[in-house]
């Protein structure tokens, strides 16, 4: 049986990456096989752990549930669209400063649901942080430090906001 | 898993032309209940029909007695959408209260209620089926469950179809035929089976405008309070204006529960917005479904805890549409 | 924060010496950017050039025997390298403690997801077509999932050197315990069980094995580097040396990767296939074939006085080891012996059987076995307090281990901070119960208050090495540059972080000025590895000892150069300095000194040896100390119960915890946090449910671990005793916070409902037919 190829356009981390791919291919797999870009994890394949979570299109998603040619003209940020190499995103610098990372495996996800979170929340409670966050599973943090690292990245970037503004 | 080809019809009518002209095609949405069961190997399309990019599936329309919702609306717009809350609140809490908010950015109104059943011998990899002689809802002849039933007896645990049935919604299906409209209810097959040719596509949902003074209210009962499939929901709205409550609980068949036989009696009641009234329709609703129910088993559940979860939720429920 | 000072000796130790400076402060993990960026590469990250792709044909039977193994169409799939069988490995048959489990299975498979052989092909795809190709002919055998099943007379045989399905017996006998019950003004008894549980750590098992200048270099997370590279070697026939092992950073690990089975799988293919062979499990194959809680059934009884003393305690303990043994008789002795100097108690009989089932094989969860016995003990010393009709913690501050006790199993305490603990959660208890005595309770719900102590060891002296403790190894280059190599290894609780810390504060340094490096078989000294709680107190204390040497070796540089005794020179702030003469140089400059002026380019080498306990206890009587140090606590737990449906809600913990000197206060805390909301899926939540020998909850959707909407509100108060024996008084965390959880829990269940629940997980349906009864 042929399989058939079809031709995607995915701008990742600003980057346009075009290819011809298989349509069961998943964007999970196309960003860690085709690309490289490890960052994002594979925990259970089937949507119910948040370790594969990017943010296309403006929203958090499972990418382990997104087939490549569903992306197809989308935009998506992951792990390593964040920060520059010289400084690191406020949510990057709160979940080191708030030691809410630990083995780190859920770290990048998290960090994406979190940055969704406030892109569109800029102000969010911890019922808020706790929801958005809520398809992201840890094993090591208990989740304390991430909801309080969540929350001092707000900080951050209101201050940030705030400055440049001034 | 492995899809063969792929499909983005710009026209309802092209979609339409593809799922009849295949012999193995299936319409994907948002992807998120269809691509676990392909990983599982329990779907094998030859041809996936994607609906992204039919933009009269992403609307959502206001009229003067009606709205409608396109099926391609993701669960996320859905709660996101003042109106709605405003408007349809039991509709709306019942897509926030679905998996996380990565599925809900993905997950649409009509793969919501189109969803595959679930059971446990069927949402299984293909490693742990091996040896197993396929059961109906992979198209084989038995049912693990329940060794004497002539059909799956997988359950439906979509969260917005009891809303949308309460709320009498009223769906839209484009087939060879063009435009279709059908009642949600008649969606639904005792058996489990939907009522929906292999060509047809659900493009939208109606929903009448509820009277005013209308209060309605939903409750998934889960063992997290995330991700989780329910327990048992249940969606009960009540329109003062005509005296008339709908109670339609999900999670407990292989298809939504209205309970009628309690809808019907409290229509006959007089003072309906009373602490005893709400004791008798508790008893009522949960007697009948009892009689209604079609439980199988599940992974760490048993009757007794979804029956107790239930009378809760019911209880809770009627409390918040008729007392103040 | 309760700091402890408890004689004029220590007084005299602690005001001589410096404030610290790096050690007990809250730095920032070394390891915290890479993995904020995602560029960390885990095990399934992991690439090298060349690479193909293994997988794993597993029986789908519980028990059966093999009859024959067909792989000629896998052979001759295209794209497929190599089909692997238990024939092909020079020594199939392998284990830490008994040589009973099989790389490849042998004869026989015994539980659902046993290996039976292996395949490498181009890709993935390939090769999980090659394994759905091959055909394996079983004949189907009894089963028997539940330990006491097992036992039966009549029941399956599964190893045929044991009959009776029981591995083994421990049988610990203190004191007159015949008498204590005899006396008894109360006996209390109860019947527990808890069932096997999945560390559930988020990145599955996973190794890239290749082969480099004639070694076989294994890229794996791992507990236990040295043991790995044993376990390898042995079964491929090898030199240890030929076998490195390249220690990956950790999805999480709690046990599940120590005495883990693919690094030997994933070897096995690379070395038969003569390829790099790239090995990751699916997470329906790490639930089926990983290494599991160990399942108990506890009986147990506890004498008492009429003053509440703990006369005696007797306790018969059946440990489920699944299909094979691993580590399971290390496990059931700590399920036996552990919970057992938290008290003083007068006198103890434990029996304890190891038992053998058709379930996968159990051994090293966060805890080792101590969860399991903590939790029968402290429901039961809840009930003592009911039947005595005294309050739950005043019972256990009464019998409480003190600082300077040598309990009855010989173990000596050095220090103590249970006392302190228990006193915080009593404080904590009153004002609590003070507080909702003054709240409207909610139709329906009712809120408890339960309490539960604990004690665990820090690296405890174990028969499977000839040696206990931690060596580590400092490096100064010329250039001042740090290296620290140690064999212990990280699965994220910060042991980069803690151990550039106390170099740190010994050197004078930034923890940004060292590099450590963990684990690599190539490059570090042997050592056990990460398990029992022990890296901060052994591995640390042996890099505090390195550090101390490279810094007095410094000195005695300095001290040269400027002819100054070495008493007036010191390290501080990135510089070496005289406080005679105010003389001083940086750091990069005394090493270049050190190193090319005087060593001819040798970096200036110190080395730490810590072996605290030399002596394994007596075997027979398991009578002796068995660790350096003890880390002691006590939980307080509220939860709100909706009496109708039986649905737990935890709402607020309070551990108090006695880890010695905190090192990094906000990574110990990190172990609480998550521990307590690991403990939370313990008790409430987790159990791998088998029917007919088949796992039911393999996967994420049915197996449930707690969200973030699970958190509870948890506040912690530490404890800072000063131990003698770990680096500036440290004592492990690692696996305490797990171990309270469960029986606090049932505590306040039964606080809020008068029921108490003896089984786990704590289900709703559980705690709900118990309610209706």
Redesign the interface.
Known sequence: ?I??K?FVSITINGIEYQENV???L?LLKFL?EHLG???????????????C?VI?DG????S????A??ANGSHVR???G??TPDE?HP??KA???E?A????????GM?M?AK?LLNEKSNSEEEE???????????????????QAVKRAADYLKKKKKDSSL | MSIIKWAEPTDLNEAVAILNNSVNAIIYAGGTDILPLMNYGLKSPEICVSLRKCKSLTEIEFGENEIRIGSMVNLASLTENKFLKKTFPALVNAAIRVASPQIRNMATLGGNILQERRCKYFNRSKRWREGMDPCFLINGDRCYQIPKSDHCCALYYSNLTAPLMAYRAVLEIWGKEGLQKMEIEKLFNYGGTRNLKKEEILTGIFLPLPYPKTRAVFIKESIRASLDFPVVNLAAVYSSNIKKIGIVVGAMAPYPLRLSDTEESFSRLINVNTVDVVKTLSEMAYEELKKKRLLISEVELNTNQKMQRFKGALKSALEQVLLN | MIKIINNEKEIKKRNGRKPLRVVGKSVKRIDGEDKVRGKTKYGIDYIVPNMYMGKILRSPHAHARIISIDTSRAETLPGVIAVIKASDIPQNKYGVIKKDEHVFAQGKVRYQGEEVCGVVATDEETAIKAIEGIEVKYEILKHVTHPLDAIKSGAPVIHEDCPDNIALHYDIKRGDYKKAFRDAHVIVSGHYRVPMSHQLHLEPLAAVVETVNHKLVVHAAAQEAYATRREIAYCLGLEEDDVIIHVLYAGGAFGARCDQKLPIIAAALAWKAGVPVKLVNTREEDMMSGRPLMPVVVDIELALDKEGYFLGKRTKIIGENGAYTSLGPAVLSVAAIRADSLYRYHSIYTEASLVYTNKPVTAAYRGFGNQQIHFPVECLIDEAAEALGVNTVDLRLKNATRKGDVTTHGWKIKSCGLTECLLKIKEKYQELKQQRMQEETKPGRKRGIGVAAFMHVSGNRTTMAEFGGSSAIVKILHNGKVQIFSGETCVGQGVHTVFAQIAAEELGLQVEDIEVILGNTNETSYALGTFASRVTTLGGKAVYLAAKEAAGKLKKVASELWGEPIKEIDLMDGHIFSKFSGQKLKFGEIARIAVLVKQSGLPLMAIGVYEPIKEMPDSKTQYGNISPAYPFGAYLIEVEVDVRTGVVEVKNVIAAHDSGKAINPQMLKGQIWGGVVMGIGFTLFEEMIYIDGELQNSNLTDYKIPTTMEMPLINIHLVETEDPEGPYGAKGVGETPVIPVAPAISNAIFDATGVRVKRLPITPERLRKLLSE
């Open positions: 049986m399989e058939e079809y298989s349509p069961d998943t860690r870009l490890t960052g994002t994890k594979e925990g259970c394949g089937n949507g119910h752990c948040g370790a979570t296309m929203k958090a998603v499972n382990c549930l997104v087939l040619v569903q992951t792990i390593e964040l920060g690191l949510l990057q979940f080191i400063e030691g990372v630990q083995c780190g495996f859920c770290t990048p960090i649901s969704a942080i706790r929801e958005a966050l809520s398809g992201n599973l840890c094993r090591c943090t208990g989740y304390v430090k991430i909801v």
